[in-house]
């Protein structure tokens, strides 16, 4: 079983990217594929997102794909995807699938998805402005490729601030540029994710999680920092720790 | 080194094969686009600034001096050797225009007067193509049409120094089209120009004539076609000092239909 886990803020093209690649893998739809399909690929698709989504339906009426979708609700969405993870991917050997895509809507900026033995794609898009890359964390510094969308909107200085301060956020990266709207840039993914390999056992998350429970996460909704404890931050200064 | 580009035809809207099966573009060519709205001239420059490799609509493939280009041109946009202007083409940034061109210029020069260099040769080159210059500390998102489509053009050729630039109905934007004609001509670089212009396709060296998204013929400006060019030019340019009147609020005599008898 292959994995990709794909993350990106919203509206950044992630559905449209991944459209692209699984209809690379299996032909135009599940049901009559292409000349030019990959045999031997039953992708199937997993999104988590807040409160709402439709993707998964929109996608398997399209490619008669397996897809399924999990409301993360009061939990951050990469955090659900650590609870559910290992379920999904018995739930994609159950229908017959050999590589799951999850789409996760990325909101925490301080968490990623991304597992170790899978593929970890962020999606950007070029439109969001050149400081983006600057701003979402592990999101992009966690991840193996970086893809950029709506290149077709910006010009092309614009492309490449994006691009140097993509690789300034994440050295290590691997930078795809695509036009997601026409499926242009899709090949050089679909080559990356077949060339993962397959997970197998216990997953672990990449990175460090950010820093565990405050006083806030557990229900407490007064404002000011004396009115918390365990890890605090005033205006002026880092964080520190005041027991209680 | 790129020294040409060649444009392998595929099929029109119709699926029916190009006429025109394939064009060699060299360094320092300036190249034109002809064709009745929705014959698909904007389909065809898109396919070169893609890199068209038999994946898109069209079946085109591009090559560069002869062979299949680096994957990498296409991966990064400071490989990339071709710049695509359109009318959409925007600046998203609202910072100030010195601030703009100082980051896109220090990821190419890495030497502070270089870069202070090419700001300078940048703003310049731009300012030649509007009629309001520039100013440096305005802010990107300020910039009128024809200021923004000015500075790209700048911003690609002096800054991005691509080889090769594709400038999809510029003359909308209302810059220089002629001033940018002979500016572009110092520099050798590929030009491909779409455009419902009456002589920018003449002075071209070569125009693609496009129909029912194909490129059915390919025409080679001659020596007549050039002195025509002029002719056309000075027509056009009666016609833009009449609307600049109309615009200026003038009133119109016998003399003036003199004139244009
Ligand atoms: N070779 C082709 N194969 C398939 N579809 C094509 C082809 N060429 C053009 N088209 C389609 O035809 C339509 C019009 O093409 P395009 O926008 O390129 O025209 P244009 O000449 O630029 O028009 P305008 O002068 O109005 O800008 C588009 O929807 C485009 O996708
Ligand atoms: N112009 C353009 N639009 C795009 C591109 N990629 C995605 N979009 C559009 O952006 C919108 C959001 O895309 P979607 O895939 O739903 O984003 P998601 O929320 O990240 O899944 C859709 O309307 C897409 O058609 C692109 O490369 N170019
Ligand atoms: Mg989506
Ligand atoms: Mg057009
Ligand atoms: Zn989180």
Not at chain 1, 79 to 95: D, F, Q
Not at chain 2, 131 to 151: I, P
């Amino acid at each position: 079983m292959k994995l990709a886990i794909c993350a990106g803020p919203a509206t950044s093209g992630k559905t449209a990217v991944l459209r692209h690649m699984i209809r690379k893998l299996i032909g135009s739809s599940g049901t009559e594929p292409r000349a030019s399909s990959l045999p031997g690929w039953r992708p199937a698709y997993l999104k988590i997102d807040v409160q709402f989504a439709d993707e998964d339906e929109e996608l398997a009426r399209e490619f008669g794909i397996p897809t399924k979708k999990v409301y993360s609700g009061e939990l951050c969405p990469d955090h659900c995807s650590v609870m559910v993870l290992g379920e999904a991917l018995e739930w994609a050997r159950k229908v017959e699938s050999n590589i799951l895509f999850v789409e996760t809507a990325g909101l925490c900026l301080r968490c990623s998805p991304y597992v170790d033995g899978g593929l970890g794609i962020v999606v950007l898009e070029a439109t969001s402005g050149m400081n983006l890359p600057r701003k979402i964390g592990p999101m992009l510094s966690l991840a193996d490729v970086a893809v950029v969308t709506k290149i077709d909107r910006v010009s092309q200085a614009e492309r490449e601030v994006f691009r140097a301060r993509i690789l300034d956020a994440a050295p290590a990266v691997r930078v795809r540029e695509v036009n997601a709207l026409h499926g242009i840039g899709i090949d050089p993914l679909v080559d990356r994710t077949l060339a993962t390999p397959d997970v197998n056992g216990e997953l672990l998350l990449r990175g460090n999680p950010p820093v565990g429970t405050c006083t806030i996460c557990v229900g407490k909704k007064n404002i000011g920092w004396h009115a918390h404890f365990g890890v605090v931050r005033p205006l002026e200064a880092q964080t520190f720790y005041r027991g209680e | 080194m790129i020294e040409e580009i060649t444009l392998l035809g595929g099929c029109g809207r119709g699926g029916n094969r190009e006429h025109v099966t394939r064009i060699t573009f060299r360094m320092g060519d300036v190249i034109s686009i002809v064709g009745p709205t929705g014959s698909g001239k904007t389909t065809l420059i898109n396919d070169l600034e893609l890199l068209a490799d038999g994946n898109t609509p069209s079946g085109r493939r591009i090559l560069i001096n002869g062979r299949a280009p680096d994957p990498d041109f296409r991966d990064d946009p400071s490989r990339h050797p071709i710049a695509l202007i359109t009318q959409h083409t925007n600046f998203l940034s609202d910072l100030p225009v010195r601030d703009f061109l100082r980051i896109h210029a220090e990821i190419r020069h890495s030497r502070q007067h270089e870069t202070d260099a090419v700001m300078g040769e940048t703003l310049a080159f731009a300012n030649q193509l509007t009629g309001e210059a520039v100013q440096r500390d305005s802010r990107m998102t300020e910039l009128s049409g024809g200021q923004t489509r000015a500075l790209l053009i700048a911003d690609a050729v002096v800054i991005g120094n691509a080889p090769i630039i594709l400038l999809d109905e510029i003359e909308n934007a209302g810059i220089h089209r002629m001033r940018a004609l002979e500016l572009l001509r110092q520099h050798r670089k590929i030009f491909v120009f779409v455009t419902h212009d009456p002589y920018i396709p003449l002075l071209s060296d070569r125009r693609i004539v496009m129909a029912c998204g194909a490129m059915t013929k390919v025409i080679e400006s001659g020596a007549a076609e050039r002195q025509l060019a002029l002719r056309v030019r000075a027509a056009d340019d009666w016609l833009a000092r009449f609307r600049e009147r109309i615009r200026g609020g003038d009133e119109f005599s016998t003399d003036d239909l003199e004139a244009v008898a």
